[in-house]
Structures are given as C-alpha cells and as structure tokens.
C-alpha cells in the first residue's frame, strides 16, 4: 500500500534571502532588455535644435532697378530664413558695460551665444560668434545667417555676397503644422540700443524672418551685366554657410535658388536699395 504522507523538506538558513536577490536581479535585467527599466534610452535627454532654410516663394520676390542719382542697376531680391526643425533659433548677446563703452561705429559688436533646449526641459549655451551694430539699419544683426551667390548659365560665381547677417525676428508663418509652432511670433526685436550690454533674438519654430528687397545688402550690383547680351543666371540663397549655428542640417547647409534674365533690353524700374529698420 502506497503511503500518503508527504515528504517535508528542510530548508537551510539564507536560502530564501539568496532566492530573493536572484530574481530581483533577473527582473532588473528583463526590464533594462526591453527599455522599461530606469536606465533606457528613451530617458536620454536629446536636443531639440533649429533647422534653417531659405524660402524660394520669398527669394522670387526680385527685381531690376536703376538709381537714378549713381546709374547703377540693382538686383534686388528678398531673403527669408524659416526654421524648421524641432526647436527655436534663440540666440543671445552679452558683454560687459566697459566694452559696451569702448566700440566705436563700425566695430560694435557683442560675443553671441545660442540657447540650446533639450527634450527633458533643460538647456545649454554655445557660443557661435558675434552680433553686429548696424548703423545703416539701427539695430544690432547675427552675423553669418545667409549667403547669396549669382551664377552665369557657365556656373560661374559672377557676385557672391559677404555673410549677411540678418536681425532674427518671427515675421512670417513658414509651417504652421510643425510640432511646437507658436501660433504669435515670439521674437520681435533686435535692440535699438548701440549700447546694449545684453540682448535676444531668433526665429521661433514654424516662423521665418524676412529682409524686403529693398533694403540694404540684399542687392547686387549689375551694371556691367546689364551691358551684355541678356541671358539667365541662377540667383542662389543658403543658410548658416558657414556652420556658426547648431542646427539638425549644420555640416549640409540648405540652399535654394530661382532663375533672373540680366542683360541688354531686359525691362528695369526706378530704385534702388534703402537702409531699413
């Protein structure tokens, strides 16, 4: 007759401690395995960075004027930045008041440095070269946002702009869809202040600044093409050309272009390029 009594093990002192710890440990891993755990990647703070690029809609917006005081014939054309990344163009300027005091028209400039937000909330600074005092334009321009090139249908560089430098305000809805787009602009000025010790500006996701045709620098001087047989060029705009700026497009600059006849019995109006605000 088979017996029913069971058979009762005796267990050692510390076993179930150790058996705790064990599976402890197992779990810990199961969860570090399929990212749960505290140690996921998912948790890693990224940045969430601009990404600048001109607007062809706004660089069509040209024109052949003739000044009637000099006889010079401008190409003038309008240039827009849009930011269309994750993340705001927030640019500062700071320095002190004794060299506020010392710059001199011409070479009034404050060190810059752009605020980098990240996707836990936190931010960081970078320097990324110089803000400028425009006397012409009376506010103070970040310098290196854009360049402009005119190519000849050889591809020759025949003008080429130095780095423009732009005052960095929200002025245009570039995308309103883009996650994190203020509905109002947020940036709205560029300090009028030749002695300012501090200031802010940028172009906020979803927005694009805009310098009209008509202002200064946005113009090249064509005359001498005006003389030859009309032809087509290739009018071309980039963006942070030369990378001063932290943006998701930084070692590939975005660049945009759009098509202009120069030459002999090609219409022109009466203007010229004006300082601007």
């Avoid at 069509?60 to 003739?66: E, G, I, M, P, S």
């Avoid at 810059?112 to 506010?139: C, F, N, W």
């Avoid at 694009?208 to 705009?237: C, H, I, N, R, W």
Wanted: with cysteine.
């Amino acid at each position: 007759m088979r017996s029913t009594a069971r058979t009762v093990r005796t267990v050692r002192p510390g076993r179930p401690a150790r058996t705790w710890i064990g599976a402890a440990v197992m779990a810990l891993a199961a969860l570090l395995i399929t990212g749960l755990g505290p140690a996921s990647a998912t948790d890693t703070p990224t940045d969430r960075l601009p990404a600048l690029e001109p607007l062809q809609r706004e660089l069509a917006d040209n024109d052949l004027v003739r000044e009637p005081d000099t006889a010079i014939t401008w190409l003038r054309f309008t240039g827009a930045p849009a930011n269309l990344g994750s993340g705001a163009l927030h640019v500062v300027g700071r320095r002190t008041k004794e060299e506020a005091a010392a710059a001199t028209p011409g070479n009034n400039v404050l060190p810059a440095y752009q605020r980098i937000s990240r996707s836990d909330g936190t931010s960081y600074e970078v320097p990324v070269g110089l803000m400028t005092y425009h006397d012409e334009h009376k506010h103070f321009h970040m310098d290196g946002i854009s360049r402009y090139r005119l190519i000849n249908s050889a591809g020759q560089i025949v003008r080429e702009s130095p780095k423009v430098a732009f005052c960095l305000v929200d002025l245009e809805i570039a995308d309103a869809t883009l996650p994190g787009a203020p509905v109002n602009p947020v940036y709205n000025s560029c300090s009028h202040n030749a002695n300012a010790t501090s200031l802010t500006m940028g172009i906020s996701v979803g927005w694009a600044d805009v310098y009209d045709k008509a202002l200064g620098g946005q113009s090249f001087d064509v005359s001498e093409l005006m003389q030859l047989p009309p032809q087509q060029y290739t009018l071309e705009m980039t963006t942070n050309p030369l990378g001063l700026l932290h943006e998701t497009n930084r070692t590939s600059p975005k660049t945009t272009s759009v098509t202009v006849t120069i030459g002999q019995g090609v219409p022109v109006g009466v203007g010229g390029p004006r300082p601007g605000v």
